[in-house]
């Protein structure tokens, strides 16, 4: 199997180059550095025996965060590697690390380019964060002798569905047999690696990293200061991480806002770069009085609509926000991260689709820090219904900080494991 699926690899790599090729027309970084994926980078001289983190994009990239600064500080000596898929995840890594991790972009699975890259980058430990099961890389690892681990691994039901076709049963449990360790995020997500194959005495449950994240000091600071400028008393939301489908019905729940809420703002930040100017022409032939991040830096008070069109800077708007909806939840995304408002103790709203986060959100909903709408006629009705209870709003916002707080050591149990596997 694992023979016709590298086959299968070859065939389409051409496609692969053309897809590369096309997705350049909307985001000049893929053109750049494309050669990464197939294996061919210069690495430095330093890099033996070093810690390899691979973190698919901005996401991974931020949950992985406080496990990157852990392993500075404990392992200061050896040389780090992270690796990424997107160019977003690619400049998250450099705004958080600069110069002091090695970037390079993860090959595609091909057996040649796969161990052109361990040969560059010969990793002492492969840490793997979240979802990732590429069989020719995963039997790579293990024929160099390279400890692998997936870590804060979770496994949604559709990924679930996706690993369990009989055609691919046998490779995936091959592939997981290559994996020394799975720390999962959970119980559910502990049960689903085993029902792909992953051996039941590899896997355990360490909690989510991203309960770790560290929360910006000067955030709080930044939002006040947002407020301020704007108004406190201004009636504020948030729409982050929103894709194309879902934003329209965002500017529509605003439009029906502002009828009960004349003085309303609505800051809306695209999930990739390439909606930017989407989103603004939409934003601008609906009517509103609209600003940008870019342009203005700040909402003016005659805003009625702020497009944050940069990467990075969502968690001082966060904080000065009311209320927070968090995108890709609208549509079958499977949602984004909640926690980044959550550990600021802003409340929060989802739609139906969360299942890349269901454990989080759910226990935020339970617990009483977020509220889940069901359909996107339903958004703008509870983003105006919040707004003017402050009661309700202020108290989902503690709920929300307190199940962040709640949850917390998630590196410190992943990294006594990463000890154990390095003194072995």
């Not at 804060?152 to 055609?167: F, Q, T, V």
């Not at 009960?260 to 930017?276: N, Q, S, W």
């Not at 986060?357 to 339970?366: A, D, K, Q």
Request: proline share 7%; charged share 20%; net charge positive.
């Amino acid at each position: 199997m694992r023979f016709l699926y590298t086959l299968a690899m070859y065939l389409v790599t051409p496609l692969i180059v053309l897809r590369l090729a096309l997705r350049g027309f909307r985001s000049r970084p893929y053109y750049w550095r494309w050669a990464e994926r197939f294996g061919f980078f210069k690495a430095p001289l330093n890099l033996r025996d070093s810690l390899w983190v691979h973190a698919v994009s901005v996401g991974e990239v931020n949950a992985a965060e406080p496990l990157i600064k852990a392993l500075k500080r404990d392992y200061p000596d050896a040389p780090l590697v992270v690796t990424t898929v997107t160019p977003t995840g690619t400049a998250r890594v450099r705004q958080l690390f600069g110069g002091s991790v090695f970037h390079v972009y993860l090959p595609y699975d091909l057996p040649y380019a796969v161990n052109r890259f361990l040969a560059g980058v010969r990793p002492r430990l492969a840490l793997i964060v979240e979802t990732e099961i590429w069989p020719n890389l995963y039997f790579a690892c293990r024929r160099r002798g390279i400890p692998l681990m997936i870590v804060n691994a979770r496994l949604s039901e559709r990924s679930l569905r996706g690993y369990r076709p009989r055609p691919l049963r046998g490779m995936v449990r091959a592939a997981l047999g290559c994996v020394d360790m799975v720390a999962a995020q959970s119980r559910t997500d502990a049960a689903r690696y085993r029902l792909i194959g992953a051996p039941a005495d590899r896997v355990m449950v360490c909690g989510n990293l991203k309960y770790d994240m560290p929360v910006p000091q000067d955030a709080p600071v930044a939002g006040a200061r947002l407020r301020e400028h704007w108004g406190a008393s201004r009636p504020v939301w948030i729409a982050a991480s929103t894709h194309e489908g879902e934003e329209q019905a965002v500017l529509e729940a605003h439009l029906a806002v502002l009828k009960g809420l004349p003085d309303a703002l609505l800051l809306i930040a695209p999930r990739h770069p390439e909606r930017f100017r989407p989103l603004e022409n939409a934003v601008r032939s609906l009517g509103f009085a609209a600003g940008s991040y870019s342009v203005d830096g700040m909402p003016a008070p005659s805003h009625q609509v702020f497009v944050i069109d940069a990467m990075g800077q969502l968690m001082p708007f966060y904080a000065a926000a009311g209320l927070a909806f968090v995108g890709g939840s609208l549509v079958p995304i499977g949602g984004h991260n909640v926690l980044e408002p959550a550990s600021l103790g802003t409340p929060v709203l989802v739609g139906p689709q969360t299942f890349n986060f269901e454990e989080i959100t759910v226990s935020l909903i339970e617990e009483g820090g977020a509220l889940r709408v069901p359909d996107r006629e339903s958004l703008g009705e509870a983003v105006q219904r919040l707004l003017l209870d402050d009661e309700r709003r202020h108290g989902m916002g503690r709920a929300a900080r307190e199940v962040f707080e709640r949850e917390h050591g998630a590196v410190g149990r992943l990294m006594e494991l990463i000890a154990a596997k390095l003194q072995n």
